[in-house]
């Protein structure tokens, strides 16, 4: 019954940097580990980056040392830092959790 919503999407030029978030409407465990999916047309779904709840993290390594993702357990939050947007990481972002999938929010990346 927990409800994740993502939000932050847009369209931003190549170069630029755009902050999703992930709300969970219930309370999000400290204990069981968070991440951010991706998934472009034609293509499968990707894991860009997990977070434990100790804090530890991992990511892909197409966006290693561009991406960072944190999380608010108190505030019940995601978040994605995404810096130094290429075109390749158009597509459509989904955070789960424990399962659970948000609706996903559309990140473009044009000129």
């Known amino acids: 019954q927990v409800l994740l919503v993502e939000s932050g999407g847009g369209l931003v030029q190549p170069g630029g940097s755009l902050r999703l978030s992930c709300v969970a409407s219930?309370?999000?465990?400290?204990?069981?580990?968070m991440g951010w999916w991706r998934q472009a047309p034609g293509k499968q779904r990707e894991l860009v980056a997990t977070?434990?709840?100790?804090?530890?993290?991992n990511y892909a390594d197409s966006v290693k040392g561009r991406f960072t993702i944190a999380r608010d357990n108190a505030k019940n939050t995601l978040y994605l830092q995404m810096n130094s947007l290429k075109p390749e990481d158009t597509a459509v972002y989904y955070c789960?959790?424990?399962?659970?999938w948000g609706q996903g929010t559309q990140v473009t990346v044009s000129s």
């Open positions: 977070v434990a709840g100790s804090g530890r993290t």
């Open positions: 789960n959790y424990m399962q659970i």
């Open positions: 219930g309370r999000i465990s400290s204990i069981y580990t």
